[in-house]
């Protein structure tokens, strides 16, 4: 028979032959303890907390394991302030402030959540009886139908009980440590029933004040919570409900490698929440334990956290997130950078999202933003364009190199043509690139058509401007469509040790993008992005800070929607390679840059529910940037616009008032939102939303604060 190891009259060491027991282990000192009364009467204070006396309002006449029926009584609900729909109640057999063994299992907490009236055998009578006094009052003078003058006190004590249909959340219990030599008892929480008795009574209280407190910031996780607001049941936020000083916090490490989103309509307060989560994840830094710098990348597409703008109140902004860093005394003002394509009056140390896109080092990746900017349609010219590549060949074969460089002169010139002006050292040359035999032929088609004329000069000239490259460049693509060039081709092939064309297929689809009207056009979206006067790469950049735990804004208020979608997903590429790369050398998790990215207006950088690229960078920093240490917080309106493989793999919500069903239809299929959909459909109030992490076991109807900062640094902005 297995020993008891509850039971201490059970010698767990005895022998047939008398030999000395060891030490008592950890459990038996601990039920030492509760012989000796003292364990119980910290099991009271910490399971016992949880329920206070003047808090009773009724009890459970019905459960199930999922369902409480509630019957309460009109003169306990008055006495703690009403019970709204959705607030938490707790249901025991403990008696408040009275000592009880862990172990019987009675000795839990149940927490329920107020879903709906529940009716009692009694109400059709009751409805009677309530019709009946009515008509004694009939008229807009006559008193109330409950007043003693109308309805006995008997009467209308009877008629004050009703049912309260509540789900069940789960069961706070106590448990010792597992550890070997640990005496302690532990707080736990299983999210469901394990047992339940239909004819034995449980009392039912709401908890106010501390009770309340320790149940909404319950978490078994490590790490200290950061208040974001207080507990709010319903929009009808009366005070005397004794919930709104109740603070509700989160746990920042719970963002770190997890994705989370942020759901909403517009001004119910999104933003407002994104400010406070970027704060308490900036201000890991100056933790006194285990200080930790964590990067965090904003994608900010209305200025509103690089910027001054309307929601922040008072001069120079100084509740702008760009100003995190002066709340604090060791704060650091180059712990936050800024990023734009166009200067700020307000933000003249400002870094500029721009490329030099003619230097050698950053042809390809120009090219990547070029090609993401071009539109999506079947043209095959454009097709033909976005194939084209300028990886560098080996110095050893000339011929390649040759034409390489013939097609970074190409390409080169529709850039300038395209307004993307090339730098004073890069200068057009045409030497060993044109040979006799081509400007020949261009010179004997010159005979009828001068235009091909001027090309073989453009050619023959070792120094030629770009004004005159593209011309002559318009005027090549042109004449391969000539005889005398089918000509010259076949001849070249012929004498060519490797059997290739002249003109190579990337030579082609840049000379066809110059001679269309509209190819230089298409290239100049990206005219803003590019600068001459640098030779760094910004999203090298960009990655460079966040690796060493700034917090980076960028600014996308003035850039086209494309480009802003094509820089995007460039420096979210940089990240998740960077990150990648770091991970398959080996690197140790804690040495590998923890790194969170907030996709601001999300349904214009994450692709759509119907899009099924799941190569797509976005999906797959949701799907496997954990491992990576990359956190990704999508902040968006409608819950359907985001691809449900990134919905599937969320971890934290934060969820604002939504307008239409379809919406909520989507929400309900994660966690416990399906009770709070009504809420969410009819409660358009300003930062009322409901919060699930991961380190909470339930969903928390939350009023989250206002995001406000207490300025203890000078700005340092001249």
Same mark, same amino acid.
């Given at each position: 028979?297995?020993?008891?190891?509850?039971?201490? !009259?059970?010698?767990?060491?005895?022998? !047939?032959?008398?030999?000395?027991?060891? *030490?008592?282990?950890? /459990?038996?000192?601990?039920?030492?303890?509760?012989?000796?009364?003292?364990?119980?009467?910290?099991?009271?204070?910490?399971?016992?907390?949880?329920?206070?006396?003047?808090?009773?309002?009724?009890?459970?006449?019905?459960?199930?394991?999922?369902?409480?029926?509630?019957?309460?009584?009109?003169?306990?609900?008055?006495?703690?302030?009403?019970?709204?729909?959705?607030?938490?109640?707790?249901?025991?057999?403990?008696?408040?402030?009275?000592? &009880?063994?862990?172990?019987?299992?009675?000795?839990?907490?149940?927490?329920?959540?107020?879903?709906? %009236?529940?009716?009692? *055998?009694?109400?059709?009578?009751?409805?009677?009886?309530?019709?009946?006094?009515?008509?004694?009052?009939?008229?807009?003078?006559?008193?109330?139908?409950?007043?003693?003058? /109308?309805?006995?006190?008997?009467?209308?004590?009877?008629?004050? &009980?009703?049912?309260?249909?509540?789900?069940?959340?789960?069961?706070?219990?106590?448990?010792?440590?597992?550890?070997?030599?640990?005496?302690?008892?532990?707080?736990?929480?299983?999210?469901?029933?394990?047992?339940?008795?239909? +004819?034995?009574?449980?009392?039912?209280?709401?908890?106010?004040?501390?009770?309340?407190?320790?149940?909404?910031?319950?978490?078994?996780?490590?790490? %200290?919570?950061?208040?974001?607001?207080?507990?709010?049941?319903?929009?009808?936020?009366?005070?005397?409900?004794? =919930?709104?000083? =109740?603070?509700?916090?989160?746990?920042?490490?719970?963002?770190?490698?997890?994705?989370?989103?942020?759901?909403?309509?517009?001004?119910?307060?999104?933003?407002?929440?994104?400010?406070?989560?970027?704060?308490?994840?900036?201000?890991?830094?100056?933790?006194? !334990?285990?200080?930790?710098?964590?990067?965090?990348?904003?994608?900010?597409?209305?200025?509103?956290?690089?910027?001054?703008?309307?929601?922040?109140?008072?001069?120079?902004?100084?509740?702008?997130?760009?100003? =995190?860093?002066?709340?604090?005394?060791?704060?650091?003002?180059?712990?936050?950078?800024?990023?734009?394509?166009?200067?700020?009056?307000?933000?003249?140390?400002?870094?500029?999202?721009?490329?030099?896109?003619?230097?050698?080092?950053?042809?390809?990746?120009?090219?990547?933003?070029?090609?993401?900017?071009?539109?999506?349609?079947?043209?095959?010219?454009?097709?033909?364009?976005?194939? /084209?590549?300028?990886?560098? *060949?080996?110095?050893?074969?000339?011929? %390649?190199?040759?034409?390489? +460089?013939?097609?970074?002169?190409?390409?080169?010139?529709?850039?300038?043509?395209?307004?993307?002006?090339?730098?004073?050292?890069?200068?057009?040359?045409?030497?060993?690139?044109?040979?006799?035999?081509?400007?020949?032929?261009?010179?004997?088609?010159?005979? +009828?058509?001068?235009?091909?004329?001027?090309?073989?000069?453009?050619?023959?000239?070792?120094?030629?401007?770009?004004?005159?490259?593209?011309?002559?460049?318009?005027?090549?693509?042109?004449?391969?469509?000539?005889?005398?060039?089918?000509?010259?081709?076949?001849?070249?092939?012929?004498?060519?040790?490797?059997?290739?064309?002249?003109?190579?297929?990337?030579?082609?689809?840049?000379?066809?993008?110059?001679?269309?009207?509209?190819?230089?056009?298409?290239?100049?979206?990206?005219?803003?992005?590019?600068?001459?006067?640098?030779?760094?790469?910004?999203?090298?950049?960009?990655?460079?800070?966040?690796?060493?735990?700034?917090?980076?804004?960028?600014?996308?208020?003035?850039?086209?929607?494309?480009?802003?979608?094509?820089?995007?997903?460039?420096?979210?590429?940089?990240?998740?390679?960077?990150?990648?790369?770091?991970?398959?050398?080996?690197?140790?998790?804690?040495?590998?840059?923890?790194?969170?990215?907030?996709?601001?207006?999300?349904? @214009?950088?994450?692709?759509?529910?119907?899009?099924?690229?799941?190569?797509?960078?976005?999906?797959?920093?949701?799907?496997?940037?954990?491992?990576? +240490?990359?956190?990704?917080?999508? /902040?968006?309106?409608?819950?359907?616009?985001?691809?449900?493989?990134?919905?599937? @793999?969320?971890?934290?919500?934060?969820?604002?008032?939504?307008? @239409?069903?379809?919406?909520?239809?989507?929400?309900?299929?994660?966690?416990?939102?399906?009770? &709070?959909?009504?809420?969410?459909?009819?409660?358009?109030?300003?930062?009322?939303?409901?919060?699930?992490?991961?380190?909470?076991?339930?969903?928390?109807?939350?009023?989250?604060?206002?995001?406000?900062?207490?300025?203890? !640094?000078?700005?340092?902005?001249?």
């Amino acid at each position: 028979m297995t020993p008891d190891p509850f039971n201490t !009259q059970t010698d767990l060491f005895q022998s !047939q032959n008398d030999v000395v027991a060891p *030490p008592p282990s950890a /459990v038996e000192r601990l039920i030492g303890d509760y012989e000796a009364g003292e364990a119980k009467r910290e099991a009271r204070k910490m399971l016992g907390e949880l329920v206070q006396k003047d808090q009773y309002v009724g009890e459970v006449f019905s459960s199930s394991y999922e369902t409480a029926l509630v019957q309460i009584h009109d003169s306990h609900r008055q006495k703690v302030g009403g019970i709204p729909s959705l607030s938490f109640l707790a249901a025991t057999r403990i008696t408040p402030d009275k000592p &009880f063994d862990f172990r019987d299992e009675d000795s839990s907490v149940l927490l329920l959540r107020v879903m709906d %009236a529940a009716p009692l *055998p009694n109400d059709d009578e009751a409805t009677r009886v309530r019709v009946q006094a009515a008509r004694q009052v009939a008229g807009p003078s006559e008193g109330h139908w409950d007043d003693a003058s /109308v309805m006995d006190h008997h009467t209308a004590g009877l008629l004050s &009980f009703a049912g309260v249909r509540c789900r069940v959340i789960g069961t706070f219990y106590l448990s010792p440590s597992n550890a070997k030599d640990d005496t302690r008892l532990f707080l736990r929480f299983g999210a469901d029933l394990s047992n339940y008795y239909p +004819n034995r009574g449980l009392k039912v209280y709401k908890p106010n004040g501390e009770a309340l407190r320790r149940i909404v910031n319950y978490r078994e996780s490590s790490g %200290a919570g950061v208040g974001i607001g207080e507990v709010r049941y319903a929009s009808t936020n009366r005070s005397f409900q004794g =919930v709104g000083d =109740v603070r509700v916090t989160v746990v920042p490490e719970d963002l770190l490698a997890q994705k989370s989103a942020l759901f909403g309509m517009t001004r119910t307060g999104k933003s407002n929440t994104t400010k406070i989560i970027a704060k308490a994840v900036f201000d890991l830094r100056y933790g006194e !334990q285990s200080p930790q710098r964590v990067g965090q990348v904003i994608f900010d597409p209305n200025g509103e956290y690089a910027n001054a703008n309307a929601q922040d109140a008072g001069g120079e902004a100084p509740n702008a997130l760009k100003n =995190v860093w002066r709340a604090n005394e060791d704060g650091a003002a180059g712990d936050v950078i800024t990023y734009g394509i166009l200067p700020h009056p307000h933000d003249p140390n400002r870094k500029f999202m721009l490329l030099n896109f003619h230097i050698d080092e950053n042809l390809s990746i120009g090219k990547e933003i070029i090609d993401s900017t071009l539109p999506n349609k079947d043209s095959k010219y454009i097709q033909n364009f976005q194939q /084209v590549t300028f990886e560098t *060949p080996s110095s050893s074969d000339r011929g %390649a190199m040759t034409r390489h +460089n013939r097609r970074v002169l190409a390409y080169r010139t529709l850039l300038n043509k395209a307004g993307l002006t090339a730098p004073s050292n890069i200068t057009p040359s045409t030497t060993r690139l044109f040979n006799k035999e081509l400007i020949e032929s261009l010179k004997k088609a010159g005979e +009828n058509e001068p235009e091909y004329t001027m090309a073989a000069r453009t050619f023959a000239n070792p120094t030629p401007s770009w004004a005159q490259l593209y011309i002559a460049f318009s005027t090549l693509y042109k004449f391969t469509s000539t005889k005398e060039y089918k000509a010259f081709e076949n001849n070249y092939i012929d004498n060519s040790s490797s059997g290739e064309e002249w003109a190579d297929g990337g030579l082609r689809a840049i000379l066809e993008m110059i001679s269309r009207p509209n190819g230089a056009q298409l290239i100049g979206q990206v005219s803003p992005q590019h600068t001459s006067s640098t030779s760094t790469d910004y999203a090298d950049d960009i990655y460079d800070a966040l690796a060493s735990g700034k917090l980076v804004i960028v600014d996308q208020s003035s850039g086209d929607e494309a480009v802003n979608n094509a820089s995007a997903r460039r420096i979210v590429q940089k990240i998740f390679d960077s990150n990648k790369e770091a991970f398959r050398q080996g690197k140790p998790k804690e040495e590998i840059p923890d790194i969170i990215i907030y996709a601001e207006e999300a349904h @214009n950088l994450l692709p759509s529910d119907r899009e099924t690229d799941y190569r797509d960078i976005w999906v797959r920093t949701a799907k496997e940037g954990a491992k990576y +240490n990359l956190g990704l917080i999508y /902040v968006t309106q409608e819950v359907s616009s985001i691809q449900k493989n990134i919905l599937k @793999n969320t971890a934290n919500w934060f969820i604002g008032h939504l307008n @239409n069903t379809d919406e909520t239809r989507e929400l309900r299929k994660f966690y416990d939102f399906a009770d &709070f959909e009504g809420s969410i459909l009819r409660a358009q109030d300003k930062g009322f939303l409901r919060i699930k992490t991961i380190s909470n076991p339930f969903v928390i109807p939350v009023q989250v604060r206002e995001f406000q900062l207490r300025l203890v !640094q000078p700005n340092l902005v001249p």
